[in-house]
């Protein structure tokens, strides 16, 4: 079996950290030039470690290991949020580093090889799942030319410009090549954190649909127009966003989550009726069928909104991704690590958070495997896991990749 080295990864967690430190957690942005040079580190260890890197046209760094017999490809991304956690995403970089590392390292698993990715974007500075969609096929040229940032507008191919990316090839997957894909994160939420368990093995990603709803009422004089005649698109916006988060509970399955994440209000002056309003409505489950009620009740509100007026009211989808099952045979695998490394200590779980996994898995075999977040914080500087866990769940990860790769 292969052995993990446990301070190293660690200690690899920590260096990786420094690029972008902010308090104890990290601000790395898609395509910053802290991002940029966390990247370049990446390859340098990856070549450290045997592989073959390359950083592609999207800003993927992609280990490759030709001479193994059987690959897996494992990995996450390594952007973080803004002012995010030292975890999300690098952990599961830094896990498959170690894998590599593990694998050349033991003669037992000659033949064997880890193949390994840090993903551009899976944080949607650009657009969700860049990285990963670019290599599966599914980010055509065209997309590319209309993305631009959601902080300052700088559009995608400027991004990649700047990056010193531009021009470069963009790495596809070719399905033979690999048994499938393997991924570790921090869970995010708090479920393994209060039961005492220490990992989560993933049996599906859940679904995320995304809407905007805009309000088009009156812009005009705060002081001079009467209150009968207002159509005040902030207020019929709040009243509409209240209504929203009445009604939701009620079709709401055991695990359904819902936000109102932006709201905007058009011109956002004191002395303005603001005549235009808009919000971001996201709802996330497992199950299709709930979140197409989700749809066709949050559908409903907006005609109640709009008949009763007095302002328009408008709704577009503008992101929407479908619940992806992770492979069972790979479910059973981490699960059968998980109980030779830490007896008792594991449960199956749905992701309630988007990863790159969800889009490889339309292309091949794919799992997923969690260890504890502390208090269940994420995508915030203060995001936390025990160091004993993050070595525990490096050495379940690595038994679980060889058994994968065993199997198939």
């Known amino acids: 079996m292969p052995t993990i080295d446990g301070p190293r990864v660690v200690a690899d967690l920590k260096r990786l950290a420094e690029f972008g430190r902010y308090k104890t957690g990290v601000h790395r942005p898609t ?8 990247r370049q580190w990446l390859a340098e260890k990856f070549r450290e470690a045997g592989l073959d890197p390359v950083i592609d046209g999207i800003g993927n760094v992609i280990g490759c290991n030709p001479s193994a017999g059987r690959r897996l490809l494992v990995g996450s991304h390594s952007e973080t949020q803004p002012y995010g956690g030292w975890l999300d995403g690098s952990l599961g970089v830094i896990y498959a580093l170690e894998l590599a590392r593990a694998f050349a390292a033991d003669p037992g698993c000659a033949g064997l090889g880890i193949e390994v990715a840090a ?3 899976e944080e949607g500075h650009y657009g969700n799942m860049l990285g990963s969609r670019s290599f599966t096929d599914a980010l055509p040229e065209d997309e590319i030319d209309r993305i631009r940032g959601r902080d300052d507008g700088t559009p995608l191919r400027e991004a990649l410009r700047r990056a010193g990316f531009a021009g470069r090839p963009r790495e ?7 048994v499938g894909y393997l991924e570790a994160h921090i869970e995010q939420g708090d479920t393994l954190d209060t039961t005492g368990l220490r990992i989560g093995v993933v049996e599906t990603i859940v679904g995320i649909w995304n809407y905007r709803v805009s309000v088009i009422g009156e812009q005009n004089h705060a002081g001079t127009t009467r209150m009968v005649r207002r159509k005040e698109a902030g207020v019929a916006m709040v009243r509409l966003a209240s209504r929203i988060h009445d009604r939701f509970p009620e079709i709401a399955g055991p695990r359904t989550v819902w936000t109102i994440g932006r709201m905007l209000i058009e011109p956002n002056a004191p002395s303005v009726i603001p005549g235009h309003a808009e919000m971001q409505v996201q709802f996330r489950d497992a199950d299709p069928e709930r979140l197409a009620l989700f749809e066709k009740t949050l559908q409903e509100l907006v005609g109640e909104a709009r008949r009763a007026g007095p302002c328009h009211v408008e709704i577009e989808p503008i992101g929407r991704s479908e619940p992806r099952p992770m492979d069972p045979g790979f479910q059973a695998q981490i699960e059968a690590a998980a109980q030779r490394q830490a007896p008792g200590m594991h449960m199956r779980l749905p992701s309630a958070a988007g990863h790159d996994a969800a889009v490889l898995s339309y292309r091949m075999p794919a799992g997923m495997m969690f260890i504890p977040s502390l208090g269940g914080i994420s995508h915030h500087w203060s995001e936390d896991s025990k160091e004993e866990d993050i ?7 690595a038994d679980a990749a060889e058994r994968i790769l065993r199997a198939t």
């Open 119 to 121: 993903w551009a974007d």
């Open 391 to 397: 070595v525990l769940g490096a050495q379940v990860f």
């Open 31 to 38: 395509y910053s030039p802290v991002d940029v040079e966390s």
């Open 172 to 178: 596809r997957v070719d399905p033979r090549h690999y």
